[in-house]
């Protein structure tokens, strides 16, 4: 036996990290190769003019218990900060509690319409919609429809750009399963404190102070003091295997000194599945380049707009459902963390869900900062003139989209590396094409490490969506009996393969909705 190279790991996102970081732990060699030029992925902390961004929001709150002691491993708990979780839903000049509050909804929309919407759940529950396949009839079937037309219906078409009676029900299966119109009418009765039993309701979270980058930046340190080594701005161009042994046997990577060969015993890809597959070198077979071709993104963009404390506001973030502007969902970033932002100021973070071939992911940065400015000023969460400065935050591939076709194109990349590279370890969320939460994609990670060090066995596809995850601890090894397509993750609906909602940027900005009180 030769010298042993070691593992390469694609990625220093979560996942990338935490494999990094448990690889260490059993002994192992490791080497982490980054093509942007930070760390930690969709969970990095942006740093512009000393203001913080967090991309998208991170609640650090997890049942997976050696997930919890990872995270206390790498920061000191005096790192952490305990936060309150505050959500409302803007809708039409009101906000409205979220999860939904029996006392606050009645008081926005005056008794006639509350009585209409109680009228409308009844109807539901007496002859419910048909077809609760998709997303619409399944959460009208629950709430009736003009609660779900208010709550529902636009911030779910944002997110996803397409109709919601085109989203498979599994999504609001997942995301609001055990709430209904009765249930939030009892919520408004109970403490408030420490409710767990639904996937809404977790009051209470940890976050580190600067932002979720903050473990991640730290993690690398720890990786490179162990022996470990993180390079940035290093793009993996290629993934070499042998045919004959049916494994990889190292990657090209390019940085600014130029091109190299680095040898591999074992690959941890946290890159998007379908780059890896066009990475391999000889080529995958065309059925399974096919495959990689037709998996989709949704890609994320955040304005961050600095504005006088005076506008901040106690949520965390609001969902926008107002169908008149195109921002989904506000960020109050002095809300998560005060260390985020400055003196007598905070930073809003206007969250807009794309695709990358939009037109507004191609609109200039200033173009942006003036829409977002528009867009705040008209649902009268500032008074106009205040905003003093904008940032721009692009996030591709944020989201992996569970089109009709995407389990299918997983599966016959899956199988194909299964069998003709099985040193090849995907990991994480867009490496295996799985929309989960931070704590799963590093659970997938830790359940890797251990495969490689320790020939341990687990099939880390078994951690996925969120069947009973607030509802049920994971055993200690994580693993699952089935097919791979429940866990311990998030799922995300199934959407049409092509995109069938888009928006243009000139006609949000002649939308002018109604105005509110600030919060």
Same mark, same amino acid.
């Given at each position: 036996?030769?010298?042993?190279? %070691? ?6 996102? $979560? ?16 080497? +982490? ?55 409302? &839903? ?21 008794? &006639? ?23 619409? %009839?399944?959460? !009208? ?36 399963? =055990? ?28 976050? $580190?102070?600067?932002? $979720? ?16 080594? /993180? ?40 890159? $998007? ?46 969902? /926008?459902?107002?169908?008149? /502007? ?8 002095? !809300? ?6 400055? @003196? ?9 869900? /794309? ?37 721009? +935050? ?8 569970? @089109? ?19 040193? +090849? ?11 989960? =939460? ?36 994971? !055993? ?28 243009? +940027? ?14």
């Amino acid at each position: 036996m030769g010298e042993k190279s %070691g593992t390469v790991v694609i990625g220093a996102g $979560p996942a990338g990290l935490t494999a990094a970081y448990e690889l260490l732990r059993h002994g192992e060699p490791v080497r +982490v190769f980054e093509a942007d030029d930070v760390v930690g992925g969709i969970s990095r902390t942006v740093e512009r003019d000393g203001w913080r961004f967090d991309i998208g929001g991170h609640r650090f709150f997890t049942k997976v218990s050696r997930v919890e002691a990872f995270w206390h491993e790498i920061l000191p708990d005096e790192d952490f900060l305990l936060r309150p979780r505050m959500s409302r &839903i803007y809708y039409r000049g009101a906000l409205y509690d979220y999860p939904l509050n029996a006392g606050n909804a009645l008081r926005n929309l005056g008794i &006639i319409e509350a009585l209409r919407c109680v009228g409308s759940y009844g109807r539901a529950r007496l002859r419910p919609p048909k077809d609760q396949s998709h997303f619409e %009839g399944w959460v !009208s079937a629950r709430f009736g429809w003009r609660l779900y037309s208010k709550f529902f219906k636009t911030y779910t078409e944002k997110v996803w750009g397409m109709p919601a009676d085109q989203l498979q029900a599994d999504w609001a299966a997942q995301r609001i399963k =055990n709430l209904s119109l009765s249930k939030a009418m009892a919520n408004a009765l109970l403490p408030r404190r420490n409710r767990k039993d639904v996937t809404s309701l977790i009051e209470e979270f940890q976050y $580190p102070k600067h932002g $979720p980058g903050m473990m991640w930046e730290r993690c690398t340190e720890q990786v490179e003091k162990r022996g470990g080594s /993180v390079r940035t701005g290093t793009w993996v161009t290629a993934v070499h295997r042998d045919p004959a042994a049916a494994r990889a046997t190292g990657v090209t990577v390019a940085d600014a000194d130029g091109e190299r060969t680095e040898p591999a015993d074992h690959v941890i890809s946290s890159m $998007p599945i379908s780059a890896l597959v066009r990475a391999l070198r000889p080529a995958a077979p065309p059925q399974v380049l096919a495959a990689a071709d037709d998996l989709r993104y949704r890609d994320f963009l955040t304005v961050a707009l600095v504005v006088p404390e005076e506008f901040s506001f106690p949520d965390n973030w609001i969902y /926008v459902h107002d169908p008149a /502007v195109r921002v989904g969902r506000i960020q109050n970033f002095g !809300s998560w963390s005060p260390y985020l932002v400055k @003196d007598g100021r905070t930073c809003l973070g206007l969250e807009y869900f /794309v695709f990358e071939d939009d037109e507004m992911w191609r609109t200039p940065d200033p173009d942006l900062v003036a829409l977002a400015t528009a867009e705040l000023e008209g649902l009268g969460l500032v008074r106009p003139g205040c905003v003093e400065a904008g940032y721009v +935050v692009r996030m591709p591939k944020a989201y992996p989209v569970y @089109d009709e076709r995407y389990q299918q194109n997983v599966d016959v990349i899956r199988d194909w590396l299964t069998r003709e590279v099985p040193n +090849v370890h995907p990991v994480g969320r867009n490496g295996m094409h799985r929309y989960n =939460n931070q704590d799963h994609s590093m659970l997938t990670a830790m359940l890797t490490a251990e495969n490689i060090a320790h020939g341990a066995g687990h099939d880390v596809w078994t951690v996925n969506v969120e069947q009973d995850y607030h509802e049920e601890r994971t !055993s200690s090894a994580g693993r699952r009996h089935g097919d791979g397509r429940h866990g311990t993750g998030r799922d995300a609906p199934i959407v049409p393969a092509r995109p069938v909602l888009r928006r243009r +940027v000139t006609e949000i900005r002649e939308a002018t909705p109604a105005p509110v009180r600030r919060p």
